[in-house]
């Protein structure tokens, strides 16, 4: 996801979350969610393997934004200290730690998000164009991931885990989760609605006289996506079910 607009720059989310006191606050709510998901029993160890994969899998999408942005001109990113692999960098204080915590103590399933790189496509030498691009290397950049990953599941041996029916080891695990984790985000975001990165597409295709009205309806679509998953919880339960057994086919 990246936070941009066709009127005005990102502003890389800051406010009361400030680099003085983000480390220590980032590792106080944490320890707590970590200790309460623990504690209520509800999460799996292949649910945890996912989490963990999950991190990295999402700063490298946030971060693939800034290097196209930057290779087209952009360097609001740079300047930010977003191109960066330091994972306290990319966390939303709620996106990341409070919504998935209370979305897996409720039983519902663990969504969330990582604070989106900030682009001022102004800066861009062809903003209406260019914006897209650097919006789709987002999901892009998961697909590559899952493709890699996939061939790292193979090499450790996990096809003869599952032609055979055994167990599959840590390591097995870990490769298919990740793989798993970036086709589910790369087509999470891929949806046309703000903000994720579908959006961009769907912005390119309207009419430019029609785009102060879609600006002004921006802000009331922004978590429509993630009141979707939890109004048709059990719809898309189903299609990550889907997802996983396209997968598993792939791999064996």
């Not at 160890?45 to 999402?58: E, G, H, K, R």
């Not at 700063?59 to 934004?65: A, P």
């Amino acid at each position: 996801m990246t936070p941009w607009d066709g009127r005005s720059s990102g502003t890389g989310g800051r406010g009361w979350f400030q680099p003085s006191n983000k480390n220590l606050i980032i590792v106080a709510v944490a320890g707590v969610l970590i200790v309460l998901v623990a504690a209520s029993h509800k999460i799996t160890s292949a649910q945890l393997i996912y989490f963990c994969v999950l991190i990295p899998s999402i700063i490298l999408h946030e971060i693939s934004h800034g290097a196209v942005a930057l290779a087209f001109g952009d360097q609001t990113a740079k300047r930010a200290g977003r191109l960066n692999l330091n994972p306290v960098r990319h966390v939303d204080p709620v996106g990341t730690l409070l919504v998935p915590a209370i979305l897996s103590l409720s039983g519902v399933g663990a969504y969330g998000w990582a604070k989106p790189v900030p682009v001022n496509p102004g800066n861009l030498r062809s903003p209406r164009n260019h914006v897209v691009l650097v919006a789709l290397v987002g999901p892009l950049t998961n697909f590559v991931l899952a493709g890699l990953m996939g061939v790292c599941f193979v090499a450790v041996g996990g096809r003869t885990s599952l032609l055979t029916n055994t167990a599959p080891d840590l390591l097995q695990q870990i490769f298919f989760y990740a793989g798993l984790a970036n086709i589910v985000l790369g087509v999470f975001n891929l949806i046309p609605c703000p903000p994720l990165d579908g959006a961009a597409v769907l912005e390119r295709l309207i009419p430019e006289r029609y785009l102060p009205g879609y600006y002004n309806l921006q802000p009331f679509l922004m978590f429509l996506p993630f009141l979707l998953i939890l109004m048709f919880h059990g719809l898309w339960t189903a299609l990550i079910d889907h997802v996983i057994q396209w997968w598993l086919s792939l791999l064996a």
